[in-house]
């Protein structure tokens, strides 16, 4: 293959999007040189300020838009709840549920010691200052319903247990429009399990 | 959904790559927060310069890196053959077969009257210049077989007959590897009249 050196680098550099292969790689490239130079200033330009303009927030972790965190308003102080989140982008789909109006922690991971990830890299302790500092009196963990994710939330009601607050995680039960044929047995028996009177 | 403002904004831009939607945008996005600055800045210095390092041969239409055309050789203008693409993409793969040596010629696209595009389109006219200049002895049709590849195939033939060259065009039939049951209707019909002795 002979591609012009040029485009060897676009695509090579394309190819670390997560997902994207030589061949998303070759077909984004090409496409881009049909785009006018305006396209990809505007591309260039969003693309190298991220870090500048996307900042997290020293308290919570999520991203601020500029200087303001949506996130820590007085008003979600106020409600004395913090939920628990391994990772911004979590933080998105639970807000558009519209379900929870409290304060966020992100835990920047999840536990896991094969990897490398113990407890000391995770904010914890920021956690537990935070826990204090709002006087908050529930703790939701919402983390992935993963080997990682049990053994993480495990380790937070055994760190969190001592300071009186009430921790409860996210319910695990059938998807909403499932069929009950297509779920997998383990979403089965916790559903199963966590039957309520209906 | 609350993005802050400059993630919206690169969902935004990552949007215009083809095939990428709201979700892979949003995917794409989270994954480049976690990128180093110096991965961002690698991203947007080879995205800028595109149209400057990528331009396209004068002559042929094919992409060429900096100054030089590696498709305007000596030794493939004294093949005296041209090989008609639509796009500069379509260049690689007919390459990396190593089936072909002659010159290449991008039309720009295919005759589609209802979208506009006609023959005074496509560089038909410089295409005849390249016949005449290059003595050519064959034109080989690389254009899809979709009804623009045809019609255009069809236009190219009795536009380059009255200059005495060969037009040849590239053959049909099963692709390799496929299962006869497989294949679609248009494609048999197609191998059953180009069928040869074996």
């Given at each position: ?32 040189l ?44 106020q ?8 990772s ?21 991971g ?43 939330s ?16 996210l ?9 009950i ?18």
């Amino acid at each position: 293959m002979q591609y012009p050196l040029h485009l060897l680098k676009m695509i090579n550099v394309l190819k670390r999007l997560p997902g994207v292969g030589s061949k998303s790689a070759e077909r984004y490239a090409f496409h881009m040189l049909e785009w006018p130079q305006e396209y990809l200033d505007e591309m260039t330009s969003t693309i190298r300020d991220i870090h500048q303009k996307l900042q997290q927030c020293d308290e919570c972790g999520c991203l601020k838009d500029e200087q303001r965190c949506q996130f820590c308003t007085e008003e979600r102080q106020q409600s004395q709840v913090i939920c628990v989140i391994s990772s911004i982008k979590e933080l998105f789909p639970i807000e558009t549920t519209g379900e929870y109006k409290g304060l966020y922690h992100v835990l920047g991971g999840l536990l896991s010691p094969l990897n490398g990830i113990g407890p000391d890299k995770l904010s914890i302790d920021s956690l537990k200052l935070r826990i204090e500092k709002w006087q908050i009196k529930e703790i939701v963990i919402a983390l992935d319903s993963t080997l990682e994710g049990d053994a993480t939330s495990l380790y937070l009601k055994k760190e969190l247990g001592p300071l009186g607050i009430t921790t409860s995680r996210l319910a695990f039960g059938l998807p909403m429009g499932s069929p009950i044929d297509y779920v997998d047995g383990g979403t089965l028996a916790r559903a199963f399990a966590a039957r309520c009177k209906f």
